[in-house]
Structure formats: structure tokens, C-alpha cells
């Protein structure tokens, strides 16, 4: 499996962000995936994603929100990016609006891959220089660019 960026094209990472509230946040992040024919139905993907939302926001802090869920609509691991620089209200845990969006859909048959991959990004993300770098980005080419930095810095293993 690979990093994080690999994972990415700059057609899946969104910027800025124009959602103003965590159901349109989702639904945005959820555009590039249709338009692109990964996902089968986006309606299934936003029901899932927003219905382990009611259960515990994915606004884990310090800016950040990781919507995702397993779903029978895609067939490979799915991950957008999105930056909103004003920031959204997505329930954080610690109250702050999120800037930074990775949303990550997995295969219903691939909850442990899901789960590593959650845990990298979350690692990757924690580092509140390149948070800082993320959000003051103006292409996708600069996130991606900026991701690719700290993956290799940081010797991120593949996953």
C-alpha cells in the first residue's frame, strides 16, 4: 500500500473548501468521487459517513476532520482532501472549526487496511507545522507537494 499523498491527485483534493456546515462539507468532499465514477452511489456514501457523524463527530481536533466509513459503493480505498480556510463548524471534539478534510472510504471488506490507514493519517496530521503548512497552501500541487515533504522527512513507512 502507499503514503497518504499517493493515495491523492490534485482532482481529489479540494481547495478552498465552499461547505459551511458539516453536511455540506461531506457532500463536497463526496463530489470528486462521483464525477470520477469511484463511488456507485453518493447517496449511500453520505448516509453512512453522516450517520457515524450522530454517533461521534470524526472532528478529532486541532482543525482537523477525518469523515470516512466502509462502504459497498466503492471498490478501492477513496481519499479527498479538502482546506477550508475560515474553517467549519464539524462538532469537534475540542470545539475548534476544522480546516483540514480527509474524508476516506473503504471497501466493507477492508476494515483493517481502513483502520491503518486512519491511524496514518492521523499521525501524519498531528504534527501541527504541516497543519499549518496544509491550510496556507493555494493549489493542490502545493498540498500535495507539502504531504510528499513531510511523508519522506518523516519517513512515513507505506502503509
Same mark, same amino acid.
Do not use: N, Y
Given at each position: 500500500?502507499?503514503?497518504?499523498?499517493?493515495?491523492?491527485?490534485?482532482?481529489?483534493? &479540494?481547495?478552498?473548501?465552499?461547505?459551511?456546515?458539516?453536511?455540506?462539507?461531506?457532500?463536497?468532499?463526496?463530489?470528486?468521487?462521483?464525477?470520477?465514477?469511484?463511488?456507485?452511489?453518493?447517496?449511500?456514501?453520505?448516509?453512512?459517513?453522516?450517520?457515524?457523524?450522530?454517533?461521534?463527530?470524526?472532528?478529532?481536533?486541532?482543525?482537523?476532520?477525518?469523515?470516512?466509513?466502509?462502504?459497498?459503493?466503492?471498490?478501492?480505498?477513496?481519499?479527498?482532501?479538502? &482546506?477550508?480556510?475560515?474553517?467549519?463548524?464539524?462538532?469537534?471534539?475540542?470545539?475548534?472549526?476544522?480546516?483540514?478534510?480527509?474524508?476516506?472510504?473503504?471497501?466493507?471488506?477492508?476494515?483493517?487496511?481502513?483502520?491503518?490507514?486512519?491511524?496514518? &493519517?492521523?499521525?501524519?496530521?498531528?504534527?501541527?507545522?504541516?497543519?499549518?503548512?496544509?491550510?496556507?497552501?493555494?493549489?493542490?500541487?502545493?498540498?500535495?507537494?507539502?504531504?510528499?515533504?513531510?511523508?519522506?522527512?518523516?519517513?512515513?513507512?507505506? &502503509?
Amino acid at each position: 500500500m502507499s503514503t497518504v499523498s499517493a493515495l491523492l491527485s490534485p482532482q481529489f483534493i &479540494i481547495l478552498p473548501m465552499r461547505a459551511t456546515d458539516r453536511s455540506s462539507a461531506v457532500q463536497e468532499l463526496l463530489t470528486p468521487l462521483e464525477e470520477q465514477h469511484i463511488i456507485d452511489s453518493s447517496q449511500e456514501c453520505l448516509e453512512s459517513i453522516l450517520k457515524r457523524e450522530r454517533r461521534m463527530s470524526t472532528g478529532v481536533g486541532k482543525g482537523i476532520a477525518l469523515p470516512h466509513g466502509l462502504s459497498k459503493s466503492v471498490k478501492e480505498v477513496a481519499l479527498v482532501m479538502g &482546506i477550508s480556510p475560515d474553517g467549519i463548524d464539524f462538532k469537534a471534539v475540542d470545539g475548534a472549526l476544522c480546516h483540514i478534510f480527509i474524508l476516506l472510504l473503504s471497501p466493507e471488506q477492508q476494515p483493517d487496511k481502513h483502520l491503518k490507514l486512519l491511524g496514518r &493519517i492521523t499521525k501524519l496530521l498531528s504534527d501541527g507545522s504541516l497543519r499549518s503548512a496544509l491550510v496556507e497552501t493555494s493549489t493542490p500541487g502545493e498540498v500535495l507537494e507539502i504531504l510528499r515533504k513531510w511523508e519522506t522527512e518523516g519517513e512515513d513507512a507505506p &502503509i
